[in-house]
Every structure is written in structure tokens, then in C-alpha cells.
């Protein structure tokens, strides 16, 4: 458990917005997105890491940087101590084999005109992990994992409901023996009752090839259920990290009060609890200073509004970016 | 339940045709909803919840068949033409869509969008729509409504339009809001604040609600009672805080044991086995049947309906979960 998979090192990433023709013609600069402004992470083996926020927090942006698919603006990402932005790991696509991807909507993510096992014998076929006359054998093995009945390998995408097309994504993700897992809002598409399977079948599975898991997610419950630690991300900055028993039963950053609280409770005794918050989350086109929720909290100082807080370890909690984190924890 | 029902729902049935097959979209769903009362209709997609809601409104009868009977403060709905349920709706029942991305017309300013309901339903003139209009917008917490009346929708967050979706919905003063899925585009936080403004002025205008969801905890926290349907159908019904604390059908069951809540972390969850069944082969019997372990020979063969098990509390099922103690008492 101790030992640190990836470590991710003040992670920013900025997407340019197209310049309108007035800017042009003010020279104005252009302006740009701020998805990511400074994201550090350590991964360890054999762990969940919850990772929750409202849309538009740089969750998913996070997730698909930790697989390539975005370069970020700075910062970097080491995987057992190699830069997987350096040339060499550029060339390297054992990275590519090693983490594996999950996405949000099982229907755009399966090529519908390839059948089950077409999809699943190309993951094997890309990274040569079978020779191929063991291909059709491995694609059975991979079925029966997540569950899926052997007709299944004929059968189109179609075919299948949202949870078993899940299953069939969980099964090409795991087709190249991964190490590290990033599912991003694998379950959030589905509807309770088939969450609780695919969530069962990513526990069981976890445990017997110990994988390590990156949970992406915006339902709280969930991601309480699933995790060893959590990090709650608010404008792309980790506001709070810490144990997620500890984090869920005492959340110590106001704005991680306020999101887990405003979960609905199932307690229909419990109405009106809620901590509510002003406003909503401001663009990331124009990021407020200082600490990026003080504009929405109700401790703000004057100090919020212009010294970004760093995130700090609390004693008995986790780590938490608030100037007053103390204070509020004692109030409460 | 409430002394004058506003509107009674009773044996709405909903068909649809695909290829020559009928599709019972929904069978036989009857409630009643008093004034200022929060009804939920809580399933799984496919379960006929939002078909339900389109069924009253009189809007399913365009792509499907309808039969059963909806009274609206005494008058039958569903017999109803065309011209005299356009100046019901809006004006005495209004509704509000999950997307509020797409229930807005990109092409035309909010405030036109809002004074136009003003106009169809509202003998005010012109500078008192607007007046009223801006006051709308303030009601449901819109900040600087003046300056954003001549504002596109695309200029609005999405919690902040289906603020103005709502805002729509009630500058007429309607005595039932029809909400479906009104929080699932939406996130956590900004979901306990549109649901608790739909409470809030359900209060103030003494409005009854039909709430549409899949979200149990949504349920728990708004509604005064809830039907649970499967397949169409309703298979438990009754005041929230009975339903959802000791669940009598062993779906509504499975329903509020899957979700995680107050279960040893990572491990495994409950779940219902199996998957909702297709419209296009029903189970003869019970259409949980298949998945619940309770099931007996009668379930395969015959249809449940639903039994009145505890005043105001129904069920359909042979072999009801035991009520525990705090049930009888």
C-alpha cells in the first residue's frame, strides 16, 4: 500500500479560447481556460483514489492527462520515477498498455460496428499481449471475468445494456494486464441498481489482480464506498486530500462541507440539513483571486481574497487548502 | 390522503405501438394529489415514470394511446380537446424539463421567452408583463434580473437556466408543476438549491408537485408521498417516510439497499440481479419476478395489483416483505 506508483507534480493545463475580432483588433491578449492550476497527487499501489468535484472542476481533465490524451501546460507526471511526458517515454507505449482508461457513456465508447470480440481481440492484438492462436481463448478468459456470457463475443454493442456494455469496457480495459486503472464516472450513466454490479464486479476485481484505481465521480456515496483516500478538486486546485472514512465524516475545507452535505440524504427525517451555498462555480475563464472559493464561502477574509492558500497537512485530518481551516473546525 | 384532491389520476394507461407490437408503457397508475402536496414518482429508466407525467399533461396522446382517467380539479383531462387543454397548460398546470439546455429557444432573449407565457395566459399589459417578469426572475434568485432580461439563454449557466425554466413555469401561477427530473443535469450543490426553491414556492403558492426522479434521496428529501414503479406499473405506493424506511415490495427494497449508504466501505454492495425486463416481452407474471428472490410459483402465472396493505399505503405483491414494528405501531 505504501508504495508510490505515480506522483503527480503541480499538474496546470490551459486550453486557449479563440480570440474574437474585437480583442484582435484592442490587442487584446487571448484568453484562455484555466482547467488545471496546480494539481499534486501521489498515487500508491494497490489503492482507490476517489477524486470528486462539481462539472466543470478539471476532473475529467485530470484524468485524461494521467493518459495522454492531454498534454498539460507544466508540470509534470512520473510513473515509477519516469516523466511520461519525456521523449522517451514518448516512444515508450508500454505506458499506454500499463494505464488504462474507462469512460463516462458505455454508448459512445464501444465502436458499434465491431462486435465484442473484435473489440477485445484488437486491445490484445495492438499491444501483442497473446500470440494469435491464443487470442480467441484469452477473449473467453475476458468474458468470464467481468461476467458476460460466451455468446457475448458475437454480439454487437448494441446488443447490450448499459451495464454489461460497461462490463464489456471494463473487460477491453483489463485485456492488457493494466496496473493502474482511471475510471472516469464509470457508473455515473447507470442506473442504481445495475451501479451496485459494476461497482461489486471494479471491487472484486481490484482485489484479485491488485490494481491501483483512480475513481472519478460527482456522486459522493459512491465514491465513499469505493475509496481509500479522496481528493475533492474545486476550479482544478485540490482544496482537501486526506483518508475518505476521515474526509466523509469530517470534512475540514468549507467547500467539501457544503458538497457533502448537499447530497440528499436517503432519511427523509433528515430534510433541511443541508448547508446550502451561495451562488455557483465561476468560469474558469476568469478564475477569482486569492483562494477560488472565497467568492462562495461564508469564512472569507481579507486574506481569502487575495494569498492563495496551500494545501497543508491538519493534524488528524488530511491536507487541506484553507487560510482558516482551524478556526472553522473549531466552530463546528 | 388530503380532503379535495386537486387531481386524481386513476387507472392511466399508456400505449405505444412499434412495428404492429403494442408497448405498455404505462399500466393502470392511479394517485391523488392534494394542495401544496409533493407526489414522487421514483424507477429506473424505462420504468413509465416520465410517461406518466407527459400522459397527464395530455401530451403522450400524440405518440401513443391513452386510456383511464385524469381529473383535473373535476374536469377530465383526457377527454379533453386540443384547444381546451392549451389554456389549461401553462396557465393551471405547468411543466419543466430535465434539459434545460434544450427546453429554452436559443434564439430569443429570456425575457421574451417569459413575457410570451405572460402574454398567452395573463391579461396584463405590457409594461406589467415586463414588471412581472423581473419579478419572476428575482423570486426564483436570479441576481440583477433587470440587466439579464435581454440576455440568450446560452449566456446562462446551467443551474441558472433551468432557474429560468422554472421561473417560466410559475409566472402564471399554476396550481400544479409538473417536474420532471428537474436536478439530474445538476450538480449536487446547485441541485439542493433549485429543489428547495420548487419547495419553497410550492408553500408560498400553496402548489401541488409531481416530482419525477430516479434519485431516492431526492425523494427522501422532498416529497410528502411516492409511487415506485417497475415496468409501467406501480408497484408500492404510500407516505415517503413509510416507503422508503420499511419498503413492503422487495424492488423498493433492492432499490434503497443498492444505494451505499451506511455499509461497511468496499465492500460489496447489494444488488438486484438480473436487468429490467423489455417492454417487448413482459413476463406473464409479476415483472419483478425474475429477479426477486421471493418469488413463488403464483408470481410466475399471475399479475399482482395493487392491495391497500396500511391506510394510505399500497402495494403490489403476493408475498409483501414482513412490516417490522415501527410499522404496525
Redesign the interface.
Known amino acids: 500500500m505504501t508504495q508510490t506508483v505515480m506522483k503527480i507534480d503541480d499538474l496546470h493545463l490551459s486550453f486557449p479560447v479563440s480570440r474574437s475580432l474585437l480583442d484582435v483588433v484592442q490587442r487584446k491578449p487571448g484568453k484562455s481556460v484555466n482547467a488545471l492550476n496546480g494539481v499534486s497527487l501521489e498515487l500508491k499501489q494497490g489503492e ?1 483514489l476517489g477524486v470528486v468535484g ?2 466543470g472542476c478539471g476532473k475529467s481533465t485530470l484524468a485524461r492527462c494521467i493518459v495522454r490524451l492531454y498534454a498539460p501546460t507544466s508540470g509534470q507526471i512520473h510513473f515509477e520515477d519516469e516523466n511520461i511526458f519525456g521523449a522517451a517515454a514518448r516512444k515508450d507505449r508500454s505506458y499506454n498498455r500499463r494505464v488504462q482508461m474507462m469512460f463516462q457513456d458505455p454508448y459512445s465508447s464501444l465502436n458499434p460496428r465491431m462486435s465484442t470480440g473484435d473489440i477485445l481481440a484488437e486491445a490484445l492484438r495492438v499491444h501483442q499481449m497473446r500470440p494469435e492462436n491464443e487470442i480467441a481463448g484469452r477473449v473467453e478468459e475476458l468474458l468470464e471475468l467481468v461476467r458476460l456470457p460466451q455468446d457475448a463475443a458475437e454480439k454487437l454493442p448494441h446488443e447490450f ?1 448499459g ?2 456494455r460497461q462490463r464489456i469496457a471494463i473487460a477491453r480495459a483489463l485485456a492488457v494486464e493494466p496496473e493502474v486503472l482511471i475510471a472516469d464516472e464509470l457508473v455515473s450513466a447507470l ?7 459494476v ?2 464486479l471494479l ?2 476485481l481490484q482485489e484479485r489482480l491488485k490494481l491501483t484505481i483512480l475513481f472519478v465521480a ?1 456522486d ?3 465514491v ?5 483516500r479522496v481528493a475533492v478538486i474545486y476550479l482544478g486546485r485540490i482544496v482537501e486530500i486526506g483518508d ?2 476521515t474526509l466523509f465524516s469530517a470534512p475540514s475545507h468549507p467547500y467539501s462541507r ?2 457533502l452535505s ?10 433541511g440539513v ?1 448547508i ?2 451561495e451562488g ?2 465561476p468560469s474558469p475563464l476568469n478564475v477569482p483571486s486569492g483562494c477560488p472559493f472565497h467568492v462562495r464561502c461564508r469564512h472569507v477574509t481579507a486574506q481569502c481574497r487575495t494569498v492563495v492558500p496551500a494545501l497543508r497537512a491538519l493534524e488528524g485530518r488530511g491536507e487541506v487548502a484553507c487560510h482558516h481551516a482551524e478556526e472553522i473546525n473549531q466552530h463546528a | 390522503m388530503t380532503d379535495h384532491p386537486i387531481l386524481e389520476v386513476e387507472n392511466l394507461c399508456t400505449t405505444f405501438s412499434r412495428g404492429g407490437t403494442a408497448l405498455p408503457a404505462v399500466r393502470d397508475v392511479s394517485f391523488a394529489l392534494g394542495k401544496g402536496h409533493v407526489q414522487g414518482l421514483v424507477g ?2 424505462g420504468s413509465g415514470k416520465s410517461v406518466t407525467l407527459r400522459s397527464i399533461l395530455g401530451l403522450a396522446r400524440h405518440y401513443g394511446e391513452v386510456s383511464g382517467s385524469v381529473r383535473w380539479q373535476g374536469q377530465e383531462l383526457t377527454s379533453m380537446s386540443e384547444r381546451q387543454l392549451r389554456k389549461i397548460r401553462g396557465r393551471e398546470i405547468a411543466m419543466i424539463f430535465q434539459e434545460p439546455m434544450t427546453s429554452l429557444n436559443p434564439l430569443l432573449t429570456v425575457g421574451t421567452q417569459l413575457t410570451e407565457t405572460l402574454k398567452a395566459h395573463t391579461d396584463l399589459g405590457r409594461r406589467a408583463r415586463r414588471d412581472r417578469a423581473i419579478e419572476m426572475l428575482d423570486h426564483v434568485g436570479i441576481p440583477a434580473a433587470a440587466s439579464r432580461l435581454g440576455e440568450y439563454p446560452h449566456q446562462f ?4 437556466r433551468q432557474r429560468v425554466m422554472i421561473a417560466i413555469a410559475l409566472a402564471a401561477s399554476p396550481k400544479l408543476l409538473l417536474a420532471d427530473e428537474p436536478t439530474t443535469a445538476l ?7 433549485i ?2 426553491l420548487i419547495l419553497k414556492l410550492a408553500d408560498e403558492m400553496s402548489m401541488g408537485v409531481v416530482l419525477v426522479t ?5 425523494v ?2 422532498t416529497c410528502d408521498t411516492v409511487s415506485v414503479m417497475y415496468a409501467g406499473r406501480v408497484v408500492e405506493q404510500g407516505d ?2 413509510q416507503v ?2 420499511t419498503p413492503r415490495h422487495p424492488y423498493t427494497e ?3 439497499r ?4 451506511d ?1 461497511p ?8 440481479p438480473g ?2 425486463p423489455s417492454l417487448f416481452s413482459l413476463p406473464e407474471g409479476c415483472a419483478f419476478a425474475p429477479r426477486c428472490q421471493s418469488a413463488g410459483p403464483a408470481c410466475q402465472t399471475a399479475r399482482p395489483t395493487l392491495q391497500d396493505i396500511a391506510s394510505g399505503r399500497q402495494t403490489a405483491c403476493f408475498n409483501p416483505l414482513p412490516a417490522t414494528q415501527e410499522d404496525a405501531a
Open positions: 482507490t462539481e462539472s445494456s451495464g454489461q442506473d442504481v441498481s445495475v451501479q451496485a454490479q461497482v461489486n471491487l472484486e460527482h459522493l456515496r459512491l465513499r464506498h469505493v475509496s481509500n475518505s472514512e457544503a458538497l448537499a447530497a440528499p440524504s436517503l432519511d427523509p427525517d433528515d430534510k443541508a446550502q451555498l455557483e462555480l | 429506473e429508466s449557466s446551467g443551474g441558472m450538480d449536487v450543490t446547485i441541485q439542493a438549491q429543489l428547495d430516479h434519485d431516492l434521496g431526492v427522501a428529501q415517503v417516510r422508503l424506511q433492492g432499490l434503497m443498492s444505494v451505499p449508504q455499509v466501505p468496499r465492500t460489496q454492495l447489494y444488488s438486484v436487468t429490467p
